[in-house]
């Protein structure tokens, strides 16, 4: 076990968890892009692999909460502190920063010489960077479009003010059917490419899991060491807006790394679909294990902040073909008054 091996040489703190927390994080991040080179596509990697590996975190939370007999309230405020984080602030910031296109814009028409040697080479590597763009894109409003659905599936479900375990076992369904989707897609697309998933794929695979095992832990530790603490703000009284900021930082390092590398595609689908993960997935377990989960007003109308921030993305994307960098700073803004709403209410 982790805790034991930091126990036995007296680093038990919660700096030192965090310090692993952090460390295990950039080392997933270091494997993630190897992946790339081992017949993952990049909008595949930010859809199928990263969720599981910065949104596990979410899904332990919950049995730790389950295990504890907590308030649904903080596993709530957990998945929704999640989602608009990822769907606000985490793709607002890297848009602010560098620009998140993933189609641009036609440049200015050149004249001359100059213009037909550019156009001539164009018509080669220009035609596939387009068509590849284009495909990204696609594949992006696909994946926002499964979001709609699976908030607007919970925010309807939420209605009665409460999830029944067939409730759970829907919103479940509903993310196992996009899942396996997804693996088919990925699986088509090596067939048509002629590529296969080699030996290092598999490798950083395991190494990637197990990576996430570790950060897990570290999570486990930190949320038990949060629910001991009994005043200030980092304390029980705050533990699902302090839980959900926590286990989005791998993402805020996935999307300022692949903001920074210029891959806005994989910046979009690790946002989106880790926030699958918690809504409908960690939703709907929660739900399932226990006979009725009581939900609060206020959680549905943060379903409808989730469903408006999916429908301006939506719009940026077909508009735009990316997220300009004054929808990022509308979005930074929608999440401090969130963040304001939210604990001040």
């Known amino acids: 076990m982790l805790t034991d091996i930091i126990d036995s040489f007296g680093l038990t703190s919660a700096w030192t968890y965090l310090a692993v927390f952090v460390g295990v994080s950039l080392v997933m991040l270091w494997r993630l892009e190897a992946m ?3 017949g993952m596509e990049g909008t595949a990697l930010g859809t199928i692999v990263m969720p599981y590996c910065s949104g596990l975190g979410n899904l332990l939370f919950v049995f730790i909460m389950v295990q504890r007999g907590g308030a649904s309230r903080e596993v709530l405020t957990n998945c929704l502190v999640n989602n608009v984080t990822n769907l606000t602030l985490l793709l607002g910031l890297p848009s602010v920063f560098w620009g ?3 189609i641009k814009g036609a440049s200015k028409p050149k004249s001359g010489a100059a213009a037909k040697a550019k156009g001539a080479e164009a018509k080669t ?3 596939k960077a387009a068509v590849g ?3 990204n894109r696609l594949s992006l409003l696909l994946t926002l479009t499964a979001g709609l659905f699976f908030t607007g599936a919970a925010w309807l479900l939420v209605d009665d003010g409460q999830l029944s375990r067939p409730d759970g076992l829907i919103l479940i369904g509903l993310f196992l059917f996009w899942q396996s989707f997804q693996v088919y897609d990925v699986m088509k697309h090596n067939v048509q490419k002629k590529q296969s998933f080699g030996f290092l794929f598999y490798l950083d695979a395991m190494l990637v899991f197990l990576c996430a095992w570790a950060l897990y832990e570290s999570i486990d530790w930190l949320v038990t060491w949060i629910t001991a603490q ?4 980092v304390s029980a009284a705050n533990l699902g807006w302090l839980s959900g900021w926590l286990m989005v ?3 805020a390092l996935l999307a300022l790394y692949w903001g ?4 806005a595609d994989v910046v979009y689908t690790s946002q989106i679909g880790d926030g699958h993960i918690c809504i409908p997935l960690c939703l709907g377990v929660y739900a399932l294990m226990l006979p009725v989960l009581k939900v609060p007003a206020s959680f549905g ?3 409808l902040l989730l469903l408006g921030a999916v429908v301006v993305h939506v719009i940026s994307l077909l508009i735009f073909g990316g997220l300009p960098r004054w929808v990022g700073v509308i979005f930074l803004g929608a999440y401090g008054w969130f963040v304001w709403a939210g604990l001040m209410g």
């Open 36 to 38: 790339l080179d081992h």
């Open 100 to 102: 998140l296109t993933i």
């Open 125 to 127: 590597s220009g035609g």
């Open 133 to 135: 763009a284009q495909v």
């Open 230 to 233: 009994k005043g200030g703000f």
């Open 249 to 251: 930082v791998p993402n």
């Open 260 to 263: 920074w590398k210029r891959r």
């Open 301 to 303: 109308n943060g379903l």
